[in-house]
């Protein structure tokens, strides 16, 4: 599930910087999300628009009035302030194993570190959780009480790019930037660095304590960045366990270096897909790349898939001409209604431009449109195209197979099969029959209110604190 690094998933709430003291709380629920929708824009064709909805209210949900959290406990943070040498050498150790899901790099090893910290810890169930794919890590904590909590874990990260780094991705060093000291490695804040953080903390309370104040399910993947394709394997082993859990958590980095805090209620859905072009019956070389002279007679496979791409959006890229690609989205509910406009009002849109990288959002959106496009639009981006001759200097051929990985991210109401066939159906119908699709993975949106238990019990220990 890719949260932190999708400026499209769910915004839920905002607080407030009161005291830049971190939160050493647990994170965020990972069983929610916001759903998402969007505005239509000038040059959308009048057969296939994007949905438009409104915010009809002005009601602002407001989560300072959440009661904060009561309970002191002075010993637990004495001893974390104290043994906060080992913490930091704890988060090192997860970033300097490399777990690349794509590469099928150090996996084993990272989630055999992963349960071998468990047992540790005290976790009475510590095991690997063999699937199709890599494998998942299941833990329990028994500690007698009444509720149980299930947390969510990703152990993978993404591939690296070594000269795009100011230190080695690897390496978990501590740098000084312009956020102070810090430690730098792929993983650091998605997600090694967070959950791992969270084991600490829950190294502290059994140091101190003797036990948990709850029993605690975790239920790790290795293939997130993957899309989860084996996830239901695990979830499958351990279902009967897991329905008996009180809620779900997912351990992720909240804080913002203002030291204000935000809560992620959901995560959109996804469909992953590959689309291939290449020679056949249809036309193009079959076998291998010919010459490209040879285009004056013969069809090119690259050039192909570039128009069944190009046939998937309007020209600016940005409304999706599949049709019935947007039937299912519901509009805002109240409850999301006023959320919304309480993140309006934290939104800092130069900061979210200079996170993106980018000089401006589609049309110029900002504040409160902008935030409606990204929860309830689906989207239909490509990740990446390739195809013939790449390298230095010139080789002029025709090459028999072009290949792009695309991805659309769901809103709740939308299927990733339905979306599929949908895509399917509308190249069959503009002539690229003979273009090939693969299914990678896909799941649904997932979406909690702000008014459930799990979700109030995490605002009120935010309160406690960011109070003063």
């Known amino acids: 599930m890719n949260a932190q690094e999708d400026l499209s998933m769910t915004i839920a709430m905002t607080l407030p910087p009161r005291n830049p ?77 490399p777990s690349i899901s794509a590469q099928n790099e150090g996996i084993v090893e990272m989630a055999e570190m992963l349960r071998g910290d468990l047992q540790a810890i005290g976790f009475q169930e510590a095991e690997l959780v063999p699937t199709d794919g890599h494998p998942g890590v299941w833990g329990y904590y028994d500690a007698g009480a009444e509720r149980t909590l299930l947390v969510y874990m990703m152990y993978d990260v993404q591939p690296v790019n070594p000269e795009d780094w100011d230190s080695p991705p690897f390496a978990a060093e501590l740098v000084e930037n312009e956020l102070g000291r810090v430690i730098m490695a792929r993983g650091a804040t998605n997600q090694k660095g967070p959950e791992r953080a969270f084991l600490n903390a829950l190294e502290a309370i059994i140091a101190t304590e003797g036990t948990l104040p709850v029993n605690i399910m975790i239920a790790a993947e290795g293939e997130e960045e ?7 394997q695990i979830v499958d082993a351990y279902e009967a366990r897991m329905r008996q859990a009180h809620g779900v958590l997912f351990p992720m980095s909240v804080q913002a270096p203002d030291g204000g805090a935000s809560m992620l209620l959901g995560v959109k859905g996804i469909l992953y897909f590959e689309m291939e072009a290449r020679g056949g019956a249809w ?3 079959q076998h291998a790349e010919i010459h490209g002279s040879y285009k004056a007679i013969v069809d090119s496979p690259t050039l192909r898939l570039v128009q069944a791409l190009a046939s998937l959006t309007s020209t600016d890229g940005n409304t999706i001409r599949v049709p019935g690609y ?8 109240d409850e999301e209604q006023r959320l919304i406009n309480g993140a309006a009002r934290q939104r800092d849109e130069q900061q979210l431009l200079q996170a993106a990288g980018a000089a401006r959002f589609i049309d110029g959106l900002q504040g409160r449109e902008a935030i409606v496009e990204s929860l309830y639009m689906p989207t239909l981006n490509i990740d990446g195209i390739w195809s ?27 299927d990733p099969d339905a979306a599929l066939a949908k895509i399917r159906a509308h190249l069959d119908a503009n002539g690229f029959e003979e273009i090939v699709i693969r299914k990678l993975s896909g799941y649904p949106a997932a979406q909690t209110s ?14 406690k604190h960011l109070a003063g």
Not at 28 to 54: K, S
Not at 450 to 463: F, G, K, P, T
């Open 283 to 285: 036309g193009g070389p």
């Open 226 to 232: 993957l899309g989860s394709p084996h996830y239901p």
């Open 388 to 414: 013939g001759y790449t390298g230095e200097g010139v080789k002029t051929i025709l090459p028999h197979v072009a290949t792009a990985k695309l991805d659309s991210r769901l809103p709740v109401g939308l």
């Open 326 to 333: 947007y039937d299912g989205i519901r509009p805002p509910t």
């Open 21 to 97: 003291r971190a939160v050493s709380a647990i994170a965020a629920c990972a069983a929610a999300v916001l759903p998402f929708a969007a505005l239509t824009h000038a040059d959308a064709a009048p057969a296939q628009e994007r949905p438009r909805f409104t915010i009809e209210t002005a009601q602002v949900y407001d989560p300072s009035e959440v009661p904060a959290y009561a309970g002191e406990h002075p010993a637990i943070y004495a001893h974390i302030d104290a043994s906060i040498d080992d913490h930091v050498a704890a988060l090192q150790r997860w970033m300097r194993q």
């Open 450 to 463: 702000v008014d459930s238990d799990l979700a109030q019990a995490v605002i009120s220990v935010y309160n």
